[in-house]
C-alpha cells in the first residue's frame, strides 16, 4: 500500500505535528495532541484516535485504560501540512483525563478562566477500571 | 487590571502554546497556530485574533494585510493550559492564505489527501489590495 499520503505531512524535526480532535456530530474541539508517523498511519488503519503521547514518549491508543476510545470519522491536514484534525465519534462521551466532555472546558470570562463544564465521571473511576468499560 | 488569567496558561520553554480557531457559528476549525503571553493578552483587549508568527517572529493581528480580520467571541484553555481555542467570526469568510475559509482543506480519502474547499477569493488579490478591504 502507497504510503505516500503520510510523506506528504511536514512532520517537524523531531517528527511530530499538532492534532485537533472534533467531535464529529456537535463539532466541539475535544482535545489537542500530537501525532507521530506511526500514530498516524494506525489510527488511520485501525479507524480509532491514535496519538503520540509525548510524556510517555509512547504511542498512545486514546481510551486503552478508560475505555472511552475515538471512533476516526474523518482526517484533514491543513495548508502548510503541519497540522492534523481528527473528527471523531467519543465513546462514553468523556475525552477529557478530567471526565468532561471535552479538555477546553475553561473560558475566559471577566478575566478568570470559569469552568463551563460538568465532570461526567470521576476520574478515579474511569482509570480504576481498566478495559472493561467497553 | 490583574492578569493572573495570564499565569495560569502553561507557557512552554519559549514561551509559546498552541492556539486553535473556530467559527462562532459552524464550528469548523479555520487554523492553527500560536500564541505568547503579549499575543493572548491584546487579543483579548483588541477583542480580534492575535497570534504570534513562528516564522516571522513578530505579532500578527490576523487579517492586517487581507483584511480578512476574526473578531474574537471566546477564549478557552484546556484541562493543562498549556492549549488555547479561540471562537471566532470570521470577516470575509475566508481564514487560510490560500483563499479558502479553513487551512484544513484537504481530507484523507482513499489514500489521498483531497481538496474539499474551493478558493473564495485569489490569494494574489488578497494580499495586493493592503487593508482596503475592510
Same mark, same amino acid.
Given at each position: 500500500?502507497?504510503?505516500? #499520503?503520510?510523506?506528504? &505531512?511536514? #512532520?517537524?524535526?523531531?517528527?511530530?505535528?499538532?492534532?485537533?480532535?472534533?467531535?464529529?456530530?456537535?463539532?466541539?474541539?475535544?482535545?489537542?495532541? /500530537?501525532?507521530?508517523?506511526?500514530?498516524?498511519?494506525?489510527a &488511520?488503519?485501525?479507524?480509532?484516535?491514535?496519538? /503520540?503521547?509525548?510524556?510517555?514518549? =509512547?504511542? #498512545?491508543? =486514546?481510551?486503552?485504560?478508560? %475505555?472511552?476510545?475515538? =471512533?476516526?470519522? =474523518?482526517?484533514?491536514?491543513?495548508?502548510?501540512?503541519?497540522?492534523?484534525?481528527y473528527?471523531?465519534?467519543?465513546? %462514553?462521551?468523556?475525552?477529557?483525563?478530567?471526565?468532561?466532555e471535552?479538555?477546553?472546558?475553561?473560558?475566559?470570562?471577566?478575566?478568570? /478562566?470559569?469552568?463551563?463544564?460538568?465532570?461526567?465521571?470521576?476520574?478515579?473511576?474511569?482509570?480504576?477500571?481498566?478495559?472493561?468499560?467497553?
Amino acid at each position: 500500500m502507497s504510503m505516500s #499520503w503520510l510523506d506528504q &505531512v511536514n #512532520w517537524s524535526s523531531d517528527g511530530l505535528v499538532p492534532v485537533i480532535t472534533q467531535d464529529f456530530k456537535t463539532s466541539r474541539v475535544l482535545t489537542h495532541a /500530537w501525532l507521530n508517523r506511526d500514530a498516524l498511519a494506525l489510527a &488511520v488503519l485501525e479507524n480509532r484516535a491514535i496519538y /503520540w503521547s509525548r510524556s510517555r514518549q =509512547k504511542l #498512545w491508543r =486514546k481510551g486503552e485504560e478508560s %475505555g472511552h476510545i475515538q =471512533k476516526l470519522h =474523518k482526517v484533514f491536514l491543513d495548508c502548510d501540512g503541519d497540522t492534523v484534525c481528527y473528527v471523531v465519534e467519543q465513546v %462514553g462521551g468523556i475525552a477529557c483525563h478530567t471526565g468532561r466532555e471535552s479538555c477546553f472546558y475553561r473560558q475566559l470570562s471577566d478575566g478568570q /478562566w470559569q469552568t463551563i463544564d460538568p465532570v461526567l465521571k470521576n476520574p478515579d473511576e474511569m482509570y480504576a477500571k481498566k478495559h472493561d468499560t467497553q
